[in-house]
């Protein structure tokens, strides 16, 4: 094992004594496995959920949303259940944890945090999260997320996060998703994306061949351009490109350890794929990350972004509520290094956000209210769970279709280990003719190897 600085080992230590007399306080009785759970009595213990910015997702208003009135359902019916106050938070700042851990107090039991910072803030490293492995639940039966989420938690030989797979909100932070609008394609005559999906042809060489069917400046007036795709201010056409073809920005090796991995021949394939697209000017420059209004207003034919953006119940702000007429879900098309059958085109990245436990929350209550709590909601069953969802939030079955393969298939990419930032701004460089794609994928690799062994590699056993 490499050394840990010795501060952190025995700040580490001091937080899991603290935290095991702390819940020998708190909880009364201790928990017993083999007590029948109608018998359980957690003596009004608060279980405290801290949402912050997604509070609207996990404390809804009653009668707003029919899954929100059934998660508020199961929240009664597990207080109810086990005797407990369950209390959602408008606030998840880690900070503040630490704060009130150092007052010995505890400020949640499940915090809603993006991986990048739990991991880059280095508190799962040092000792101030417990891990979901160490509990006493099935973390692998499907309660708890698909591979690819408990990937992102999975750290020295444990998983630190879990989703509610079954509540399906707040929406698994997959990026990039891809839309397709089906009133520009009609008026430009091209083909639906799911026929040639099915019929193998969705690949690099038609999109480009749609971006240059589709591209019509015309119009004196710039803003009635229309074209078929644009990159933004944040690379997910870089991204979808390099999924695609089979490149990823950091590899896992068999000893567990992270590598820099965009240095390879189908990470150059991709962002060259991009380059040319723009020095050809079949795209255009979509600026902002989130400027859907062109795509709206039918001057766009696809669009990437993160998933939730094509869902009503995150934002007012989303497609759902901006589109007049249909939009819809697939992915990326295939690059000439990748494989017409692997869907893993989209992943958990750096601000995906995931559920964490406190080290001072209980470790036995955890145990006892997850199986129950993260069950299919109220009516709800693991066959059924989707279906008013997908009735109420997709124009046809295709489209869900390609909802699940983004949601179920997507990988881990560990780019909260690395500085995304300069990772971000490299991959606009490319596509915009700054630098050139040899040259940005080797110039990045010191830096972000140096970050993988910092906050990772060094960290294991």
Known sequence: MKPLKVTALILALITVFSACSTAKEEIVPEYEPDKNSDDIDLMGYEFKIAAGASSLSLDPVPGSDVRGDKLLQRYKDTEEKYNVDITVKNSNDPKTFLAEFAADRRYADLMLQSGAGMFGGKYVQNGYCMAFSDMDIDLHSGLYGTPGALESGFFNGKYYTVNAYYWGFPTPYTMPAMWFNPRVLTNYQQANPHELIEQGEWTWDTL????????????????????????????????????????????????????????????????????SLAEKQLICDGGDRQNI??????????????????????????????????????????????????????????????????????????????????QPLPGETEENWQDDFERNTFFTNESFEYFQILRDEAFYDYTGFIPYAELQSSLLDVTKGRKSASETLISLEPKMQGSLDELYNDYLD
């Not at 998933?307 to 702000?317: A, D, P, R, V």
Request: with cysteine; glycine share 4%; hydrophobic share 35%.
């Open 208 to 275: 480009e061949k749609m971006c240059e069917e589709i591209r019509d400046t015309s119009d004196p007036n710039k803003e009635n351009h229309v074209y078929a795709l644009a990159y933004t201010s944040e690379p997910y056409l870089e991204f979808a490109a390099l999924y695609s073809n089979n490149a990823r920005i950091v590899n896992k090796g068999a000893d567990g350890r992270l590598t820099y991995a965009l240095n390879s021949k189908e990470a150059l394939e991709a962002l060259s794929f991009t380059r």
């Open 293 to 374: 209004t062109p795509f709206v207003e039918n001057r766009r034919a696809f669009f990437l972004e993160f998933t939730h953006l094509g869902l009503s119940s995150e934002s007012t702000s989303n497609f759902s509520y901006l589109m007049e007429e249909a939009y819809e879900w697939l992915y990326f098309p295939t690059g000439p290094s990748g494989d017409m059958d692997s869907k893993q085109r989209t992943s958990f990245s750096y601000h995906s956000v995931s559920f964490f436990a406190p080290i001072n929350s209980d470790i036995e209550i955890q145990s006892i209210l997850l199986p129950y709590l993260f």
